[in-house]
């Protein structure tokens, strides 16, 4: 039996089982972010993210093409590659994974198909059955094991529920096949409600309504991220569990559609969720620091402090292994993603700081160290209070 690490799909023969494609690596695409640090305040940064349950909201774990122009035809295998040697390396305990999401296009050239979906949710736990040191997680439970053990868990999401169109029961399908998170509608409105590109705000609808309660029923965290600001309030109204805003920010601090109002803000921590800090890039800038890096993303993270208090704030990178802004162009009209206009900015080639999943938690950890956090707080927005909400909703 080969000693080598393990290499997604690596019980197939590449070339003869599944295409070959030069994927993005998961250690060096760019250089280290650099922060000058006391030895004091780096071994506390250290200790605290060794010590603690530290959880990504949301991040795509896997490795993309080196060009991201081949993305679609690498998404028709139907076999994203997980960045296993990265997720080791990177200090998380638990990442909720979004897989392709509204790029799963293995069956034809629209987003959000029922059986891309499923295609996509047996293929990456096929993977995953192969190998030891990442886990499927489907209950708290399941994420302390992780931590004990030294494994990084997988939390399966989707960004919208456009898939299960106007059938409800699909949920439970979802559910029965490892789903534990699941957003209402992305860009474009759905049977569930409104996407925060719609001109016209109409809320949830009667449907999704009913899709909420089923939500709370099975133990299906929420996420309002990509819902308009009417949608995520009458979601936070519906719910009976806490609701997450698993990766955006506070318009307040950078006024564009992708980022949330003041209201929807408070309505996420008035239902006892988590409002998870997003780092794709040109996404969470500030006027303070318009060139994107981690001090910009940072200035959201203290804005939603001051608003809601640090027990109902995280992160959620929404990062992976790959040029990221180039994803963004190949995907831009699919995604919606150039339809959110706000305040001029500098473009930049990555977000210095968070651009991948193996260096996101290192790098907050040390912020929040330097920034003179204390242990209990750096570990609340570390996991803790994800842990917290997470109790509530899962069964």
């Known amino acids: 039996m080969s000693t080598d690490p393990y290499v997604s799909y690596g019980y197939l023969e590449p070339g003869v089982d599944l295409p070959s494609f030069a994927l993005s690596p998961e250690f060096g695409r760019i250089g280290p972010y650099e922060t000058t640090m006391s030895p004091e305040e780096l071994a506390r940064s250290t200790r605290l993210l060794k010590e603690s349950i530290v959880i990504s909201l949301h991040d795509h774990p896997v490795r993309f093409p080196n060009d ?10 139907g076999r994203q590659h997980t960045a296993f040697a990265g997720l080791k390396a990177s200090g998380m305990t638990a990442v909720f994974d979004n897989m392709m999401d509204g790029t799963a296009c293995v069956t034809g050239n629209a987003p959000w198909r029922w059986l891309d979906i499923i295609t996509d949710l047996g293929m990456r736990q096929a993977d995953i059955a192969h190998q030891d040191d990442v886990k499927v997680i489907r209950n708290v439970a399941d994420i302390h094991d992780a931590h004990r053990t030294g494994k990084v868990g997988l939390i399966f999401g989707l960004e919208a529920a456009t898939p299960i169109e106007n059938e409800i029961d699909r949920l439970d399908v979802l559910y029965g096949l490892g789903l534990r998170q699941i957003g209402i509608a992305y860009s474009d409105a759905n049977a569930l409600g409104s996407g925060l590109s719609e001109r016209v705000d109409g809320g949830l609808t009667s449907f999704g309504k009913r899709a909420v309660k089923r939500m709370n029923q099975l133990g299906l965290a929420i996420d309002v991220s990509h819902s308009s600001d009417q949608t995520g309030i009458d979601v936070c109204r519906a719910s009976e ?3 997450f805003m698993t990766h955006a920010g506070a318009r307040e601090v950078w006024d564009t559609s992708r980022m949330k109002s003041d ?3 408070r309505a996420i921590a ?3 969720g988590v409002i998870g800090m997003s780092a794709a890039p040109h996404t969470t800038l500030s006027h303070t620091h318009p060139h994107h ?16 208090g640090i027990e109902h704030v995280a992160f959620g990178p929404d990062t992976l292994y790959g040029d990221h802004v180039q994803l963004h162009t190949v995907f831009g009209a699919m995604l919606k993603i150039g ?8 473009k930049v080639e990555y977000v210095d700081g968070l ?12 912020w929040m160290v330097r920034q ?12 803790g209070n994800i842990m917290r909400a997470l109790g509530a909703i899962w069964v």
């Open 270 to 272: 008035d239902s006892g």
């Open 372 to 383: 003179g956090f204390s242990d209990a707080d750096i570990e609340a927005a570390l996991g």
């Open 293 to 308: 890096t981690i001090l910009s993303v940072m200035d959201h993270f203290l804005y939603c402090v001051d608003l809601v």
């Open 339 to 346: 339809d959110m206009s706000g305040p001029p900015y500098e």
């Open 355 to 366: 651009e991948n999943p193996t260096e996101n938690f290192t790098n907050i950890s040390r």
């Open 263 to 265: 209201d929807v803000l």
């Open 68 to 77: 991201m122009r081949e993305t679609p035809e690498y998404n028709r295998t």
């Open 241 to 243: 569990h806490p609701v």
